[in-house]
């Protein structure tokens, strides 16, 4: 129901938006979150924000660099990423309607970001 797709190189100082299509049933008032795992450690909390989009955080390492935005009427959650950085590579995973911090009900297949210098 939840599918990320926008991953792929980058070299550092570089952008890319990653964008996570949901289908099945709208997730226009869910709150929806990125996050991400790199190898060899644990998956981390990227961003998140509300259904109406008026509430939106992001973890301490990509504030600043990143912005996360949604369109309901395409029910679809976006990620852009500027500056990235070598420390930014993992599997970025979307994620909708959210329990708690780190749990949330949908989770999509994850798509790599590789940041090469």
């Known amino acids: 129901q939840l599918q990320a797709f926008g991953g792929g190189l980058v070299q550092a100082g570089g952008s890319l938006r990653l964008s996570c299509a949901a289908s099945?049933?709208?997730?226009?008032?869910?709150?929806m979150g990125w996050f991400r795992q790199a190898p060899g450690k644990e998956r981390e909390f990227v961003a998140r924000i509300s259904g109406s989009g008026s509430f939106i955080f992001y973890a301490d390492s990509v504030k600043g660099r990143f912005t996360i935005s949604r369109d309901n009427a395409k029910n679809t959650v976006y990620l852009q990423m500027n500056s990235l950085k070598l420390e930014d590579t993992a599997v970025y995973y979307c994620a909708a309607d959210r329990l708690s911090d780190s749990v949330y009900k949908y989770w999509g297949q994850g798509t790599l970001v590789t940041v090469s210098s």
């Open positions: 099945g049933r709208t997730f226009r008032t869910s709150s």
